[in-house]
Structures are given as C-alpha cells and as structure tokens.
T-cell receptor, first 116, second 112 residues
C-alpha cells in the first residue's frame, strides 16, 4: 500500500502566482480531506469530499482557493493568486467507508508552500 | 473558538516512565476520539482511538481514557521510549466519515 501521495513536497512561489497542489488517495478510500497546518492555527480543515463530491468547503479561506476531485484517485487544491499568508503545510488525507466514524484518516506527508 | 484544547504545548518524560497527554473538548456531539502522532516533515499517523460509548481503550503501551461527563480524554504511554518523542494530536469527530477536529498538539520529549 503506497499510502496517500502528495506532490510536490515543497513549493516556493512568488506572490500573485497560481499554485496547484496534488493528492492521490489510497485506493478504495471514498473520502478525501484537505487540511492546512500553520503555527498560529494548527491543523485546520479546508474541504472534504465523499465519493468525489464536495461536502463541506466552509474552511476554504476565500475565493482564491478551489479544490476539485475529478475522479476517485486524484484531487487538486489550487490557490490563485497566491499570497504570503498562504504559506503553510498542506496535508491531504483519505479514509475508507466505516461504521460510526471508526475509520481513521490516513495522511500524506504534506506540501510545504512558501509564498514570497 | 477552539472545540479541542490540548493545554500542555510540551511535555518531557524520562525513558521508562509514564507519559500522560491530556485533551479537553467542548462539542458533546463528538462520537469518536482519535490520537495521532506526528514526526517532523511527515504527515500525522493514527495511533489509537476510542468510541464515545467506552471509557477506556488499550493497545500495547498506549491507553486512552475518556470521561464524557468532564469532556476530557487522556493518552497514557507506558513505558515511554525515546522513539515516542513526537507531537501528539487529539482529534475527535462526529458520527460517520466526518472530518477530524484537531487540537494544537503536545510535543512529547522522552529523555534517555
């Protein structure tokens, strides 16, 4: 099992540029989650999908952020235009269908984004 | 408004002794409580969980205790080992396949 795969591991870009983060969930998992980690706010949920459908995007900071899941094996998180305050580690996680929430989320190793 | 609070940012314990990490929450709708461990430059990894209908769950050196009336849970690690040094997150969720709500974490250092 390859686990959740995120790319790139590191991204450095200039303010105003478009950034696309990618995630491949574990095969067979039907839920996908995007989290962001910062020193100030810790790990916060941005958006999550069930069966490729966005369920809750209330954590997306503003319209500059968008996420898609075109199929069960791929998701993207896009920031356009990027700003220095978007600098953070972005994690993708997936989970399998489970009874009563007992299925843990499996996290990728994250993408460290730096916007200068 | 933090739903999950881990009030100790750091904890230092001697190897072989017990480590106790605490977590308080405010949302009575949480149904499952998970603990994650995180090493630098890696994603969080699942450690142990407990259902809201239980008050204790044990897995090897790790035990989680839940006190629903106090909205408090704790993770006990005994005996602590240097490899346990990491950041530990308390992460409850509602029922079904819903997102986890993370605390800010506690950095555990186990000293040899």
């Amino acid at each position: 099992d390859a686990g959740v795969i995120q790319s790139p591991r590191h991204e450095v870009t200039e303010m105003g540029q478009e950034v696309t983060l990618r995630c491949k969930p574990i095969s067979g998992h039907n839920s996908l989650f995007w989290y962001r980690q910062t020193m100030m706010r810790g790990l916060e949920l941005l958006i999550y999908f069930n069966n490729n459908v966005p369920i809750d995007d209330s954590g997306m900071p503003e319209d500059r952020f968008s996420a898609k899941m075109p199929n069960a094996s791929f998701s993207t998180l896009k920031i356009q235009p990027s700003e220095p305050r978007d600098s953070a580690v972005y994690f993708c996680a997936s989970s399998s269908p489970g009874r009563r929430g007992e299925s843990p989320l499996h996290f990728g190793n994250g993408t460290r984004l730096t916007v200068t | 408004d933090q739903q999950v609070k881990q009030n100790s940012p750091s904890l230092s314990v001697q190897e072989g002794r017990i480590s106790i990490l605490n977590c308080d929450y405010t949302n009575s709708m949480f149904d499952y409580f998970l603990w994650y461990k995180k090493y630098p430059a890696e994603g969080p990894t699942f450690l142990i969980s407990i259902s809201s209908i239980k008050d204790k769950n044990e897995d090897g050196r790790f035990t989680v205790f839940l006190n629903k009336s106090a909205k408090h849970l704790s993770l006990h690690i005994v005996p602590s080992q240097p490899g346990d040094s990491a950041v530990y997150f308390c992460a409850p969720r509602g029922s079904g396949n819903t997102p986890l709500v993370f605390g800010k974490g506690t950095r555990l250092s186990v000293i040899a």
